[in-house]
């Protein structure tokens, strides 16, 4: 009988405050919902620990607000700290709309799928009150980190992954989180 090798990866959830990354988070890990959950870890107080952070990362989740579009406009912003502090150049990204459950969307999947597929990223919609995408956007960027190789040498020896649709087939939730 084969014994279970218990693996640890390091996946980084950023993004700006109140997009629901903590709620993306506990819907994943607890299957709960605190409608008044507060995002923390993105506060002026924390950016001490910046660099250790994303130190060794092997993903890393983006996460928008759907129905708030400077939440979409600011995405830049945490690609260029990525780069910034981020070790590896082979890490996995997911893009993750958070919150379709609500209405009044500003912002529609195809702008967040053009944003994706510019910068080689995983993507999904989702919502963490209502389960939508969220087991999904986890499970495809491990997934998908578990296919890239260089995530499992040494850091030196890291090199890009480029991520396209051809990749998508085979994953539990096909045709629901999109490979671009």
Request: aromatic share 8%; charged share 30%.
């Amino acid at each position: 009988m084969e014994e279970d090798i218990l693996t640890t990866l390091k996946i980084l959830i950023i993004g700006e405050s109140g997009v629901g990354k903590s709620s993306l988070l506990l819907r994943f890990t607890d299957d709960t919902f605190d409608p008044e959950q507060a995002d923390t870890a993105g506060q002026e107080r924390f950016r001490t620990l910046t660099p250790s952070y994303y130190r060794g990362a092997q993903g890393v989740i983006l996460v928008y607000d759907v129905t708030r579009r400077e939440t979409f406009a600011k995405l830049d912003n945490w690609l260029n700290e990525l780069e910034t502090y981020c070790t590896r150049n082979d890490l996995v990204k997911m893009l993750v709309g958070n919150k379709i459950d609500r209405e009044n969307h500003e912002l529609d999947r195809a702008e967040g799928l053009k944003f994706a597929r510019k910068h080689s990223m995983l993507f999904i919609e989702a919502s963490a009150k209502t389960r939508d995408g969220v087991q999904c956007a986890f499970e495809e960027l491990v997934e998908k980190i578990i296919q890239t190789p260089g995530l499992w040498q040494s850091e030196s020896h890291g090199r890009g992954v480029q991520l396209t649709d051809e990749d998508a087939g085979g994953g539990s939730c096909s045709g629901y989180c999109s490979l671009v």
